[in-house]
Protein backbone atom coordinates (compact mmCIF):
# COMPACT_ATOMS: atom_id res chain seq x y z
CA UNK A 1 0.00 0.00 0.00
CA UNK A 2 1.52 3.37 -0.60
CA UNK A 3 1.27 5.57 -3.96
CA UNK A 4 -1.67 5.06 -6.00
CA UNK A 5 -0.43 5.94 -9.58
CA UNK A 6 -3.94 6.64 -11.24
CA UNK A 7 -5.32 8.41 -8.42
CA UNK A 8 -6.45 11.31 -10.42
CA UNK A 9 -8.25 8.93 -12.68
CA UNK A 10 -9.76 7.30 -9.70
CA UNK A 11 -11.34 10.26 -7.37
CA UNK A 12 -12.02 12.18 -10.48
CA UNK A 13 -14.85 9.47 -11.31
CA UNK A 14 -16.58 9.88 -7.68
CA UNK A 15 -19.20 12.83 -7.47
CA UNK A 16 -16.94 15.00 -4.69
CA UNK A 17 -14.12 17.00 -4.68
CA UNK A 18 -10.54 15.43 -2.96
CA UNK A 19 -7.64 16.96 -2.87
CA UNK A 20 -5.72 14.64 -4.47
CA UNK A 21 -2.24 15.82 -2.34
CA UNK A 22 -3.48 14.67 0.58
CA UNK A 23 -3.98 10.82 0.42
CA UNK A 24 -2.81 9.38 3.29
CA UNK A 25 -2.78 5.31 4.25
CA UNK A 26 -5.90 5.28 7.17
CA UNK A 27 -6.63 2.75 9.49
CA UNK A 28 -5.28 -0.98 10.32
CA UNK A 29 -8.10 -2.94 8.22
CA UNK A 30 -6.34 -6.36 6.70
CA UNK A 31 -8.62 -6.96 3.90
CA UNK A 32 -9.07 -3.51 1.89
CA UNK A 33 -6.22 -0.77 1.69
CA UNK A 34 -8.18 2.43 3.04
CA UNK A 35 -6.50 5.96 2.37
CA UNK A 36 -7.77 9.14 3.85
CA UNK A 37 -8.31 12.75 1.09
CA UNK A 38 -8.99 15.49 2.15
CA UNK A 39 -12.32 17.29 0.88
CA UNK A 40 -11.01 20.15 -1.84
CA UNK A 41 -13.96 22.56 -0.25
CA UNK A 42 -13.00 22.84 2.96
CA UNK A 43 -16.47 21.96 4.56
CA UNK A 44 -17.80 19.29 6.65
CA UNK A 45 -16.32 15.64 5.49
CA UNK A 46 -13.27 14.51 3.86
CA UNK A 47 -13.38 10.76 2.47
CA UNK A 48 -12.29 7.95 2.84
CA UNK A 49 -10.93 5.94 -0.52
CA UNK A 50 -11.15 2.18 -0.49
CA UNK A 51 -9.73 -0.54 -2.85
CA UNK A 52 -11.60 -3.67 -2.52
CA UNK A 53 -9.72 -6.93 -1.89
CA UNK A 54 -10.78 -8.65 -5.07
CA UNK A 55 -8.83 -11.91 -4.39
CA UNK A 56 -11.77 -12.11 -1.66
CA UNK A 57 -14.37 -10.48 -2.78
CA UNK A 58 -14.80 -11.61 -6.10
CA UNK A 59 -18.20 -10.27 -7.16
CA UNK A 60 -18.17 -6.19 -6.53
CA UNK A 61 -20.96 -5.21 -7.93
CA UNK A 62 -23.32 -7.91 -5.92
CA UNK A 63 -21.07 -6.84 -2.72
CA UNK A 64 -21.92 -3.29 -3.63
CA UNK A 65 -25.60 -3.79 -3.72
CA UNK A 66 -25.72 -5.99 -0.57
CA UNK A 67 -23.98 -3.00 1.38
CA UNK A 68 -26.31 -0.05 -0.18
CA UNK A 69 -29.52 -1.85 0.99
CA UNK A 70 -27.96 -2.66 4.10
CA UNK A 71 -27.28 1.07 4.18
CA UNK A 72 -30.67 2.03 2.73
CA UNK A 73 -32.93 0.09 5.17
CA UNK A 74 -30.77 1.74 8.63
CA UNK A 75 -30.59 5.18 7.27
CA UNK A 76 -34.77 4.77 5.80
CA UNK A 77 -35.38 3.68 9.76
CA UNK A 78 -33.50 6.06 11.65
CA UNK A 79 -35.18 8.91 9.24
CA UNK A 80 -38.68 7.61 9.94
CA UNK A 81 -37.99 7.30 13.52
CA UNK A 82 -35.88 10.33 13.96
CA UNK A 83 -33.80 8.68 15.95
CA UNK A 84 -30.59 8.83 16.00
CA UNK A 85 -28.13 10.55 12.91
CA UNK A 86 -28.08 8.59 9.63
CA UNK A 87 -25.16 10.84 8.52
CA UNK A 88 -22.97 10.09 11.30
CA UNK A 89 -24.31 6.56 12.55
CA UNK A 90 -24.28 5.08 9.53
CA UNK A 91 -21.57 4.68 6.69
CA UNK A 92 -22.16 7.04 3.35
CA UNK A 93 -21.16 5.61 -0.08
CA UNK A 94 -20.24 8.09 -2.57
CA UNK A 95 -21.32 7.52 -5.93
CA UNK A 96 -19.91 7.21 -9.18
CA UNK A 97 -20.52 10.15 -11.85
CA UNK A 98 -22.18 7.54 -14.01
CA UNK A 99 -24.64 5.25 -11.17
CA UNK A 100 -22.45 2.96 -9.23
CA UNK A 101 -21.11 2.95 -5.58
CA UNK A 102 -18.02 1.40 -7.34
CA UNK A 103 -15.62 1.95 -9.93
CA UNK A 104 -13.40 -0.12 -12.07
CA UNK A 105 -9.68 0.82 -12.78
CA UNK A 106 -7.92 0.71 -16.06
CA UNK A 107 -6.04 -2.24 -13.78
CA UNK A 108 -9.03 -3.99 -13.40
CA UNK A 109 -8.96 -2.82 -9.41
CA UNK A 110 -12.21 -2.16 -7.68
CA UNK A 111 -12.58 1.09 -5.67
CA UNK A 112 -15.33 2.92 -3.40
CA UNK A 113 -15.47 5.77 -1.56
CA UNK A 114 -17.66 6.82 1.40
CA UNK A 115 -17.33 10.02 4.00
CA UNK A 116 -14.73 10.06 6.56
CA UNK A 117 -16.23 9.75 9.94
CA UNK A 118 -14.19 12.43 12.01
CA UNK A 119 -13.50 12.26 15.58
CA UNK A 120 -13.92 8.29 16.02
CA UNK A 121 -11.31 5.91 16.68
CA UNK A 122 -11.87 1.99 15.98
CA UNK A 123 -9.31 -0.25 18.13
CA UNK A 124 -8.03 -3.67 17.42
CA UNK A 125 -7.56 -4.63 20.71
CA UNK A 126 -10.58 -4.28 23.68
CA UNK A 127 -9.19 -2.59 26.69
CA UNK A 128 -12.14 -2.06 29.02
CA UNK A 129 -15.45 -3.37 30.02
CA UNK A 130 -17.05 -0.06 28.58
CA UNK A 131 -15.51 -0.88 25.22
CA UNK A 132 -17.09 -4.62 25.04
CA UNK A 133 -20.34 -3.26 26.28
CA UNK A 134 -20.60 -0.75 23.53
CA UNK A 135 -19.46 -3.21 21.07
CA UNK A 136 -22.22 -5.54 22.03
CA UNK A 137 -24.62 -2.18 22.08
CA UNK A 138 -23.53 -1.44 18.70
CA UNK A 139 -23.45 -5.04 16.74
CA UNK A 140 -26.81 -5.48 19.01
CA UNK A 141 -28.37 -2.48 17.21
CA UNK A 142 -27.17 -3.40 14.39
CA UNK A 143 -28.65 -6.60 13.73
CA UNK A 144 -32.52 -5.31 15.50
CA UNK A 145 -32.49 -2.80 12.98
CA UNK A 146 -31.93 -5.24 10.31
CA UNK A 147 -34.07 -7.69 11.44
CA UNK A 148 -36.84 -6.57 9.67
CA UNK A 149 -34.94 -6.61 6.02
CA UNK A 150 -35.79 -10.63 5.04
CA UNK A 151 -32.78 -11.95 4.45
CA UNK A 152 -33.31 -13.85 1.07
CA UNK A 153 -32.66 -11.23 -0.53
CA UNK A 154 -28.85 -10.74 -0.20
CA UNK A 155 -26.52 -12.26 -2.22
CA UNK A 156 -24.19 -14.53 -1.25
CA UNK A 157 -21.08 -12.80 -2.48
CA UNK A 158 -18.88 -15.45 -0.14
CA UNK A 159 -20.93 -18.87 -0.63
CA UNK A 160 -21.17 -21.21 2.93
CA UNK A 161 -19.00 -18.63 4.51
CA UNK A 162 -20.22 -19.96 7.87
CA UNK A 163 -21.15 -23.52 6.39
CA UNK A 164 -19.47 -25.95 8.80
CA UNK A 165 -20.13 -28.89 6.80
CA UNK A 166 -18.29 -27.57 4.26
CA UNK A 167 -15.25 -26.31 6.04
CA UNK A 168 -14.86 -29.73 7.83
CA UNK A 169 -15.14 -31.09 4.11
CA UNK A 170 -12.05 -28.76 2.81
CA UNK A 171 -10.03 -30.36 5.52
CA UNK A 172 -10.74 -33.84 4.74
CA UNK A 173 -10.20 -33.12 1.29
CA UNK A 174 -6.78 -31.39 2.25
CA UNK A 175 -6.14 -34.36 4.82
CA UNK A 176 -6.39 -37.27 1.81
CA UNK A 177 -4.75 -34.81 -0.75
CA UNK A 178 -2.06 -33.95 1.77
CA UNK A 179 0.17 -31.89 -0.90
CA UNK A 180 2.48 -30.73 1.14
CA UNK A 181 3.30 -33.71 3.52
CA UNK A 182 1.60 -32.18 6.17
CA UNK A 183 -0.96 -34.37 7.99
CA UNK A 184 1.42 -36.65 9.73
CA UNK A 185 2.12 -33.85 12.11
CA UNK A 186 -1.25 -32.43 12.75
CA UNK A 187 -2.91 -36.33 14.62
CA UNK A 188 -4.02 -33.93 17.64
CA UNK A 189 -5.57 -31.33 16.05
CA UNK A 190 -7.53 -33.29 13.58
CA UNK A 191 -8.62 -35.60 16.69
CA UNK A 192 -9.87 -32.60 18.64
CA UNK A 193 -11.69 -31.47 16.02
CA UNK A 194 -13.05 -34.70 14.45
CA UNK A 195 -14.24 -35.69 18.28
CA UNK A 196 -16.75 -32.69 18.05
CA UNK A 197 -17.92 -32.19 14.50
CA UNK A 198 -20.80 -33.18 15.32
CA UNK A 199 -21.30 -31.04 18.13
CA UNK A 200 -20.30 -28.27 15.85
CA UNK A 201 -22.73 -28.84 12.89
CA UNK A 202 -25.75 -27.64 14.75
CA UNK A 203 -26.73 -25.02 12.67
CA UNK A 204 -26.38 -27.16 9.15
CA UNK A 205 -28.80 -29.40 10.58
CA UNK A 206 -32.02 -29.90 8.64
CA UNK A 207 -34.03 -29.26 12.11
CA UNK A 208 -32.03 -26.26 13.20
CA UNK A 209 -32.26 -24.75 9.44
CA UNK A 210 -35.76 -25.09 9.65
CA UNK A 211 -36.38 -23.45 13.26
CA UNK A 212 -34.11 -20.54 13.29
CA UNK A 213 -34.55 -17.39 11.24
CA UNK A 214 -31.63 -16.70 8.65
CA UNK A 215 -31.48 -12.72 9.40
CA UNK A 216 -28.61 -9.91 7.66
CA UNK A 217 -25.89 -10.41 9.72
CA UNK A 218 -22.43 -8.21 9.72
CA UNK A 219 -20.55 -11.85 9.58
CA UNK A 220 -17.47 -10.06 10.38
CA UNK A 221 -18.00 -8.72 13.96
CA UNK A 222 -14.05 -7.95 15.48
CA UNK A 223 -14.28 -5.01 17.69
CA UNK A 224 -12.33 -2.67 14.98
CA UNK A 225 -15.23 -2.26 13.23
CA UNK A 226 -17.27 -0.85 15.07
CA UNK A 227 -16.07 2.97 14.99
CA UNK A 228 -16.32 4.69 18.64
CA UNK A 229 -16.49 8.28 19.24
CA UNK A 230 -13.98 10.34 21.27
CA UNK A 231 -16.23 9.94 24.70
CA UNK A 232 -15.65 6.04 23.93
CA UNK A 233 -19.45 5.54 22.92
CA UNK A 234 -19.95 3.56 19.39
CA UNK A 235 -20.65 5.88 17.19
CA UNK A 236 -21.42 2.94 13.27
CA UNK A 237 -21.01 -0.05 12.70
CA UNK A 238 -18.52 -0.23 9.73
CA UNK A 239 -16.82 -3.17 7.12
CA UNK A 240 -19.82 -4.15 5.49
CA UNK A 241 -18.39 -5.99 3.16
CA UNK A 242 -19.60 -9.36 4.16
CA UNK A 243 -23.30 -8.47 5.17
CA UNK A 244 -25.21 -11.79 4.25
CA UNK A 245 -28.04 -14.12 5.41
CA UNK A 246 -26.56 -15.50 8.08
CA UNK A 247 -27.57 -16.71 12.09
CA UNK A 248 -27.07 -14.57 14.56
CA UNK A 249 -25.02 -16.25 16.75
CA UNK A 250 -22.41 -16.30 13.83
CA UNK A 251 -21.76 -12.53 14.66
CA UNK A 252 -22.60 -12.92 18.29
CA UNK A 253 -20.04 -16.07 18.81
CA UNK A 254 -17.34 -14.41 16.54
CA UNK A 255 -17.45 -10.83 18.37
CA UNK A 256 -16.60 -12.87 21.94
CA UNK A 257 -13.62 -15.38 19.96
CA UNK A 258 -11.70 -11.70 19.51
CA UNK A 259 -13.17 -9.55 22.43
CA UNK A 260 -12.99 -12.28 25.21
CA UNK A 261 -9.63 -13.75 24.45
CA UNK A 262 -7.05 -12.11 26.32
CA UNK A 263 -4.38 -12.92 23.98
CA UNK A 264 -3.54 -12.62 20.31
CA UNK A 265 -5.54 -14.99 17.48
CA UNK A 266 -2.10 -16.86 16.95
CA UNK A 267 -0.58 -17.15 20.64
CA UNK A 268 2.16 -19.55 20.83
CA UNK A 269 2.37 -19.62 24.52
CA UNK A 270 -0.98 -21.40 25.20
CA UNK A 271 -0.80 -20.62 29.16
CA UNK A 272 -1.17 -16.99 28.10
CA UNK A 273 -4.64 -18.26 26.64
CA UNK A 274 -7.12 -17.05 28.94
CA UNK A 275 -10.99 -16.17 28.84
CA UNK A 276 -11.73 -12.90 30.18
CA UNK A 277 -15.40 -13.34 31.40
CA UNK A 278 -15.76 -10.03 32.47
CA UNK A 279 -15.58 -8.84 28.85
CA UNK A 280 -17.87 -11.48 27.61
CA UNK A 281 -20.32 -10.34 30.66
CA UNK A 282 -19.92 -6.54 29.36
CA UNK A 283 -20.45 -7.40 25.51
CA UNK A 284 -23.89 -9.91 25.86
CA UNK A 285 -25.45 -7.04 28.11
CA UNK A 286 -24.96 -4.08 25.94
CA UNK A 287 -26.17 -6.78 23.16
CA UNK A 288 -28.96 -7.71 24.91
CA UNK A 289 -30.35 -4.29 25.27
CA UNK A 290 -31.36 -4.19 21.83
CA UNK A 291 -30.81 -7.78 20.84
CA UNK A 292 -33.69 -9.38 23.49
CA UNK A 293 -36.43 -7.85 21.60
CA UNK A 294 -36.48 -9.44 18.55
CA UNK A 295 -34.43 -12.69 18.82
CA UNK A 296 -36.88 -15.73 19.05
CA UNK A 297 -36.48 -17.81 22.20
CA UNK A 298 -34.72 -20.76 20.18
CA UNK A 299 -32.06 -18.14 18.67
CA UNK A 300 -31.66 -16.79 22.11
CA UNK A 301 -30.29 -20.34 23.11
CA UNK A 302 -28.55 -20.79 19.91
CA UNK A 303 -25.96 -17.95 20.60
CA UNK A 304 -23.51 -20.12 23.28
CA UNK A 305 -23.05 -22.57 20.60
CA UNK A 306 -21.77 -19.58 18.34
CA UNK A 307 -19.64 -19.27 20.80
CA UNK A 308 -18.06 -22.21 20.71
CA UNK A 309 -18.31 -22.93 16.51
CA UNK A 310 -16.47 -19.84 15.69
CA UNK A 311 -13.08 -20.66 17.14
CA UNK A 312 -13.72 -24.13 16.23
CA UNK A 313 -14.32 -22.70 12.61
CA UNK A 314 -11.27 -20.69 12.81
CA UNK A 315 -9.14 -23.44 13.71
CA UNK A 316 -10.61 -25.73 10.89
CA UNK A 317 -9.37 -22.91 8.43
CA UNK A 318 -6.48 -23.06 9.94
CA UNK A 319 -5.54 -25.83 9.72
CA UNK A 320 -6.76 -26.79 5.84
CA UNK A 321 -4.76 -23.56 4.94
CA UNK A 322 -1.53 -25.30 7.04
CA UNK A 323 -2.01 -28.53 5.24
CA UNK A 324 -3.10 -26.54 1.51
CA UNK A 325 0.26 -25.20 1.81
CA UNK A 326 -0.48 -21.79 3.07
CA UNK A 327 -2.66 -20.23 0.19
CA UNK A 328 -5.26 -18.18 2.28
CA UNK A 329 -3.73 -16.71 4.95
CA UNK A 330 -0.68 -14.84 5.34
CA UNK A 331 1.90 -16.44 7.61
CA UNK A 332 5.29 -15.35 9.14
CA UNK A 333 6.37 -18.59 9.54
CA UNK A 334 5.82 -21.83 8.54
CA UNK A 335 4.16 -23.37 11.12
CA UNK A 336 2.50 -20.06 11.46
CA UNK A 337 -1.14 -21.73 10.81
CA UNK A 338 -0.96 -24.35 12.87
CA UNK A 339 0.53 -22.18 15.52
CA UNK A 340 -3.13 -20.26 14.68
CA UNK A 341 -4.73 -23.57 14.75
CA UNK A 342 -3.95 -24.68 18.20
CA UNK A 343 -4.71 -21.16 20.21
CA UNK A 344 -7.85 -21.64 18.13
CA UNK A 345 -8.26 -24.98 19.83
CA UNK A 346 -7.13 -23.84 23.27
CA UNK A 347 -9.44 -20.66 23.50
CA UNK A 348 -11.94 -23.65 22.38
CA UNK A 349 -11.44 -25.60 25.35
CA UNK A 350 -11.93 -22.97 28.06
CA UNK A 351 -15.23 -21.73 26.63
CA UNK A 352 -16.33 -25.26 26.76
CA UNK A 353 -15.51 -25.38 30.21
CA UNK A 354 -17.47 -22.01 30.90
CA UNK A 355 -20.25 -22.63 28.37
CA UNK A 356 -22.80 -23.07 31.21
CA UNK A 357 -22.03 -20.13 32.95
CA UNK A 358 -21.79 -18.01 29.94
CA UNK A 359 -25.29 -19.21 28.47
CA UNK A 360 -27.06 -18.12 31.97
CA UNK A 361 -25.30 -14.72 31.55
CA UNK A 362 -26.86 -14.71 28.20
CA UNK A 363 -30.21 -15.66 29.55
CA UNK A 364 -29.98 -13.54 32.56
CA UNK A 365 -29.40 -10.92 30.33
CA UNK A 366 -31.69 -11.13 28.21
CA UNK A 367 -34.79 -11.84 30.64
CA UNK A 368 -34.05 -8.07 31.73
CA UNK A 369 -35.87 -7.14 28.72
CA UNK A 370 -38.86 -10.15 28.06
CA UNK A 371 -39.59 -11.27 31.48
CA UNK A 372 -42.56 -13.73 30.16
CA UNK A 373 -40.44 -15.43 27.62
CA UNK A 374 -36.96 -17.06 29.49
CA UNK A 375 -37.34 -20.20 31.42
CA UNK A 376 -33.80 -19.79 33.10
N1 LIG B 1 -16.37 5.82 7.43
C1 LIG B 1 -15.24 5.76 8.17
N2 LIG B 1 -14.85 6.83 8.90
C2 LIG B 1 -13.72 6.80 9.65
N3 LIG B 1 -12.89 5.73 9.71
C3 LIG B 1 -13.23 4.62 9.01
C4 LIG B 1 -14.42 4.58 8.20
N4 LIG B 1 -14.49 3.37 7.60
C5 LIG B 1 -13.38 2.69 8.00
N5 LIG B 1 -12.63 3.43 8.84
C6 LIG B 1 -11.32 3.03 9.43
O1 LIG B 1 -10.58 2.30 8.47
C7 LIG B 1 -10.28 0.98 8.95
C8 LIG B 1 -10.37 -0.03 7.82
O2 LIG B 1 -11.68 -0.03 7.25
P1 LIG B 1 -12.51 -1.37 7.04
O3 LIG B 1 -13.69 -1.00 6.19
O4 LIG B 1 -12.79 -2.03 8.33
O5 LIG B 1 -11.49 -2.24 6.15
P2 LIG B 1 -11.00 -3.76 6.27
O6 LIG B 1 -12.03 -4.55 5.52
O7 LIG B 1 -9.68 -3.75 5.61
O8 LIG B 1 -10.97 -4.14 7.72
C9 LIG B 1 -11.29 0.75 10.09
O9 LIG B 1 -10.81 -0.15 11.06
C10 LIG B 1 -11.49 2.15 10.65
O10 LIG B 1 -10.47 2.47 11.58
MG1 LIG C 1 -12.34 -3.92 9.17
Known amino acids: MGRIKNLFE ?17 GSG ?10 LAGTEYDYLLQKINNDIFTDVPRLTENMCRVIAHLKGKMDASGEGDPQKEVMTLIATKTGPYFYEDSNGHYWRMCLFLKDTRSYDVVETEKQAYEGGKAFGKFQAMLSDLPADIMHEVIPDFH ?8 LNQAVKENPKGRAGLVFQELEAIKKRSEVMSFFQEAAQQLTLPRRVIHNDTKFNNVLLDLKGNAQCVIDLDTVMAGYVAYDFGDAIRTIANTAAEDEIELSRIQLNLDLFNAYTKGYMESAASFLKEWELRSLIKGVLLMPYMQAVRFLTDYLNGDKYYKIRSVEHNLERTRAQLQLLKLLEAQATAMEKTILA ?6 KHFVKL
Do not use: M, W
Not at 10 to 26: A, E, G, M, N, Q
Not at 30 to 39: C, P, Q, V
Open 163 to 170: NIKKRLGQ
Open 365 to 370: EAKKYR
Open 30 to 39: HINDTYRLKN
Open 10 to 26: ITSKFRCHVDVSTLKPY
